[in-house]
């Protein structure tokens, strides 16, 4: 397989896997939201806010450092491994001290046994991340779609039966720990890496080189993004940060597994070819045109359908998430030149940069946060619009000089996708007005959307259309040149078994003969 093909197979498998577990967790979501309280829900995103910034510590800095250095090896994997799992325990033992803390800072007694159960994700954590830095580095993600899925699906039929038998909040916490537990057990038996006997202070201080900055950088970024969970829910309440939450949810699972997707392809495919600074922004360029002409019409649909999907799949009491939720895909849409960006940098070994963008970004973004939160929730949602569009241009600002790709060509670049899928998401809006039944309602701007913006693309001949297409037609081709091969294989194999047989009846018939005549002799 070559190398085109295989970043593309990699991309489709990771795609695989990312939708796949996030969809059976999506709809196994959907179901305990009908069934449990929002007020549930707000409690454990406190809890997952605090776990989610604890485990910047084992993906964030060594994992990256792995896929990026050139020459890793056994003593490499290793190192990290023992390291990330002490540091795991050592997290760990932290927070099941701290849990009281939080629960009274937050003034919920209950939550001290729940942060201590939940806290346990980290350890698990631990065990599987080199494990992921391996698969990436060796681009075999078609094990994480079966690692991933076969967690999700015992995880999510646990979670609705704990749910049903009246297990409350307990019913989350055992779905995201059985998750995690046989996602990480499936990964270690069909990955063929082990971790060895060995460790080498010498390596892990070579890689912390790369890795601290990145390590930083991540955790900036996730207490950055988790703050505003964390204010609504001291200063709101846990229903105002589980509808914030909620609709999140929905978004997110569209953008950020796709950018996660071409993230942990792209990050060790790009740093193969870091030498090559033109290679790198043909990649780059690429990466932010194609994702944002899928990315921007999913966001800008899902906009204008969250009243009607909101109250369909999770009943009334979750409308006030639906506000929320059109903000979020405005915020989201914006991935994909953060992304590209960012991965380009660190394929090209500046994560002194990297560390930098991430400060002069969270100056900003704190500054925002600090002027919204007293006006409302609603206020503080906002906020992350500007803080995105702030972001991304600074995000830019370096491959400029890096890869000759400014901003500006960046934006020329998606300009034209931001254009026709806000025109298809005004339209589809429209739909609302009918007052329709919220099923016949969705089934009608979902065609509708379609319609617009593939008609659109056409009309307009845009670049992206031609080469989405394009990848469609390879794989089905390839798909029905290895359908032929294997046809031919088959009647290879059947013309060779019916010329055995031949011989075999042959020779029996001359034995026959033979025995025959000499019986008669």
Not at 67 to 94: E, H, P, W
Not at 144 to 163: D, P, Q
Not at 281 to 295: P, Q
Not at 319 to 346: D, E, Q, R, S, V
Request: glycine residues 6%.
């Amino acid at each position: 397989m070559d190398k085109n093909n295989r970043v593309t197979s990699n991309l489709i498998w990771r795609l695989l896997e990312r939708f796949g577990a996030q969809g059976v967790t999506f709809l196994v979501s959907i179901i305990l939201a009908r069934v449990l309280d929002p007020e549930i829900y707000g409690k454990i995103a406190l809890i997952t806010v605090i776990t989610s910034i604890l485990q910047v510590f084992v993906d964030g800095g060594f994992s990256s450092a792995l896929i990026q250095k050139k020459d890793a090896d056994d003593m490499d994997f290793s190192t990290v491994f023992y390291f990330n799992l002490v540091i795991c325990v050592v997290l760990y033992v932290g927070l099941f001290f701290l849990a009281p803390f939080i629960s009274r800072f937050y003034e919920m007694d209950d939550l001290t046994p729940v942060i201590r159960v939940l806290g346990l994700v980290l350890i698990i954590s631990g065990v599987k991340s080199v494990q992921i830095s391996y698969v990436s580095r060796h681009l075999q993600f078609k094990k994480f779609f079966f690692a991933t899925l076969g967690g999700t699906i015992v995880a999510a039929g646990v979670g609705i039966w704990m749910a049903y038998s009246g297990y409350g909040v307990w019913a989350l916490v055992a779905q995201n720990l059985v998750n995690q537990t046989i996602d990480t057990t499936i990964l270690w038996i069909i990955v063929k890496w082990k971790p060895k006997f060995v460790f080498s202070f010498q390596r892990l201080k070579k890689l912390f080189g790369f890795g601290w900055k990145m390590l930083a950088s991540g955790l900036l970024d996730r207490t950055y993004y988790e703050l505003r969970s964390l204010i609504i829910g001291k200063k709101y309440s846990s229903a105002d940060l589980a509808f914030y939450n909620k609709a999140d949810q929905f978004p997110n699972l569209i953008a950020t597994n796709v950018n996660a997707s071409i993230d942990s392809v792209l990050l060790p495919v790009m740093s193969n070819e870091q030498d090559d600074k033109e290679r790198v922004k043909i990649m780059t360029r690429r990466a932010i045109k194609t994702t944002s002409f899928v990315l921007w019409p999913l966001m800008m649909g899902l906009a204008a359908c969250s009243t009607a999907l909101i109250s369909l799949l999770l009943t009334d009491k979750w409308l006030p998430a639906a506000p929320y939720m059109m903000i979020f895909c405005i915020t989201y849409g914006f991935y994909p030149i953060h992304t590209a960006n960012l991965n380009a940098i660190k394929a090209m070994g500046r994560s002194d940069i990297f560390l930098k963008l991430e400060v002069i970004k969270k100056i900003i973004g704190l500054s925002i946060i600090a002027v919204t939160m007293w006006f409302g929730v609603i206020w503080i949602a906002l906020g992350m619009i500007v803080a995105s569009i702030a972001c991304q241009i600074i995000n830019s600002w370096p491959n400029k000089k890096l890869l000759n790709y400014s901003y500006f060509e960046q934006l020329k670049d998606i300009l034209p996708s931001i254009a026709l899928s806000l025109l298809m998401g005004g339209v589809v809006y429209c739909i609302n007005f009918l007052n329709l039944a919220n099923w016949l309602t969705l089934l009608i701007q979902i065609h509708l959307a379609i319609i617009i913006y593939v008609l659109g693309a056409w009309l307009f001949k845009m670049e992206s259309f031609t080469y989405c297409l394009n990848i469609l037609k390879g794989l089905l081709h390839r798909k029905k040149k290895v359908e032929v091969t294997q046809t031919a294989e088959d009647i290879q194999n059947e013309n060779d078994t019916a010329i055995e047989e031949i011989h075999k009846d042959t020779i029996i018939e001359i034995t026959e003969k033979a025995n025959g005549e000499d019986g008669r002799d």
